[in-house]
């Protein structure tokens, strides 16, 4: 899970919780292993982060752009065969 935090916040930086880190705020954390959820879960709820989304880029494709794949892949069928 990645989160972005709205405020800076000192927490833990290990499972043990013997090191601290401060968590900046306006700065994207990885929170991928379970002690870090745990962290993530507790900096959501209090307000002090929020989830961060993945942006999905879209590609539009033209029609010139599927002549030429297709153009591409018989021409690589007569090089090479059909595939068995």
């Given at each position: 899970?990645?989160?972005?935090?709205?405020?800076?916040?000192?927490g833990s930086a290990n499972p043990e919780g013997s090191a601290s880190m401060s968590y900046k705020a306006g700065v994207e954390y990885d929170m991928s292993q379970k002690w870090q959820m745990k962290l993530a879960t507790s900096l959501?709820?209090?307000g002090?982060?929020?989830?961060?989304?993945?942006?999905?880029?879209?590609?539009?494709i033209t029609k010139l752009e599927k002549k030429v794949e297709n153009k591409t892949k018989k021409i690589v069928k007569k090089l090479f065969g059909k595939k068995k």
């Open positions: 899970m990645k989160i972005k935090m709205k405020t800076t916040v000192n959501l709820n209090s002090d982060a929020e989830k961060s989304v993945k942006d999905t880029a879209k590609k539009v």
